[in-house]
């Protein structure tokens, strides 16, 4: 018995060092197991795990630096960014369709809105752009869970609608879309910048706690470059106020002025109008300045307006300009010799014809000199100096001026407009382009065509940006005035200058005298073309007038300024007879009779 009970002792205590074992090696195992798993979390998986957790508790915010300022010649400032918060959402932190009711009653908009957003922007989604700065405070103590006040700029014009197509306007996301801030962008555009946003356990933004990822000190300047342009904001505003009575009075369909340094090229000025109403019966009642009128549109509100408005006409569009390229016909008739200032042409009595089409004259006249069928529009006379040029020469010329092809303005969308080769011209297709019909110009080609051809023969390339300086002062980029060619020589311009002071004086355009002052200029009225007739309309005109101020008319308070100016006006379709003298050429009287010291500064230059 003892035997058997010492046996069955010995297998118990087998038994039981067998299970001790086996739990030893249990908890071995799972003690190594333990540590497999802690290398894994601390090395293997690290990068993705401390991402996830900074996922939970970051969001990286990716916003743009101040965007620059857009000045005038004088440092008036046209443009500038200011600073403000925007509303986003991180929709997987909204627990309840009730939390989403709180948001829309904050915002006074829909539940739907809001919810559509939610939906359509994964774990981020922008809510309210631009929130103001009371109602960002009732967000913060509403602490709603996933709401993010995210620090961002502005964009605002502090001068409305003056010269609003030549600035244009920036997007939500402060990317420039149309006029200098799209040409310029990427020097106005802020480097962008990365925020951390840390969020509480909630998901919530915490405001205190926007951080950037990048050092502004080791970056360099973050923030955009300035503009300073040639414009002169006085001048702007005085060319605009111009522009549109006369489009008002007029009842016109649209306009467009352009004032230029005759020897640099620099615009001064530049304005666009649409009437939203053409053809309206009566005159503007009350009115005092751009902007009350309906006719521009504010970059501020763009959205407000239509696409028509936003656009630069003077850059993007073309028009037949009648009567005023009469100017380079003659300019390039004497250039070659063909003709002299007392050359004499006799006018038909008013009806001349050139193979089966018959040119008209607004009058009977007889015999003109060169001289005389600039001052008073002969469509004849200018005819029959055409046909002594020849085509193929009248085409080099207007090429030479800059016709058919792009002037290179530093403004986005100019036109490449095209001139018909001179091989396909018909006698009547000569005799018409020798009167400013049948062929296609833009504004700032013209514009910069008559200043060649009054200030010596030179032609040079449109600008607007004068300079663009970062935030440290460093000039990234200067312009100046650049020539492109010289077309005439200085003795044949003097003597189109002075034809064309005869064209103010007792001619076609003596709406524009000013008294006191010897000005000159060539009007201009065109036909526009019915494309659905397929001929010229009789009742649809484009009514212009080319005009120079002269330096010695801007002598004011400090010296002679150093350039004559060139001012266009154009009127679309307007109500009535319409001549160019009679309703383009009063908007340059206006505007040199209400300039002053203004026309004095801007004509002295930078």
Known sequence: MKIRGRAKQKSENQQRFFRFRLVELGLFFFAALLLFRAFELQV?????????????????IKVLEKRGSIYDWKGRELAKSLEEESLAVDPQKFRSPGEILRLARLLGTGEDKIAARMKNGGGFAWVLRGVNPNLAEQITKADLPGVMLI??????YPQSELAGQVLGFVGLDQIGLEGVEFKYDQFLQGQPNFYWMERDGFGRGIKSRFRPILDQQQEGPRDGADLFLTLDLSLQYLLERALHRGLLENRARSGMALVLGSESGRIRAMAVAISPHPGFEGTPAGFDAPGEDGLSFNPNAFFLSSPLQWRNRLITDAYEPGSTLKVFLAAAALEEKIVRPDSRFYCEQGSYAVGPEVIHDHKKYG?????????YSSNIGAAKIGQQLGRKTFYQYLRKFGFGQPTGVDLPGEVPVELRPANRWRPVDLAAASFGQGVAVTPIQLASAFAAAINGGKLYRPYLVERVVNSRGKVLLRNGPTLVRTVISPSNSRIIRKMLEGVVAGGTGQKAQVPGITLAGKTGTSQKF?????????????????GVIPRTALNGISGSPEEDLVVLVVIDEPHGPGWGGDVAAPVFGELVKTGGAVLHLAGRGT
């Open 530 to 546: 019915d494309f659905s007739l397929r001929q010229y309309s009789s009742e649809k005109l484009i009514s212009s007038f080319l």
């Open 367 to 375: 015999t003109l000199t060169v001289g005389e069928i600039i001052k």
């Open 44 to 60: 293997l998986e690290n990068r993705r795990l401390v991402a996830q957790a900074s996922s939970q508790h970051q969001r990286l």
């Open 151 to 156: 620090p961002e700029w502005r964009r605002f």
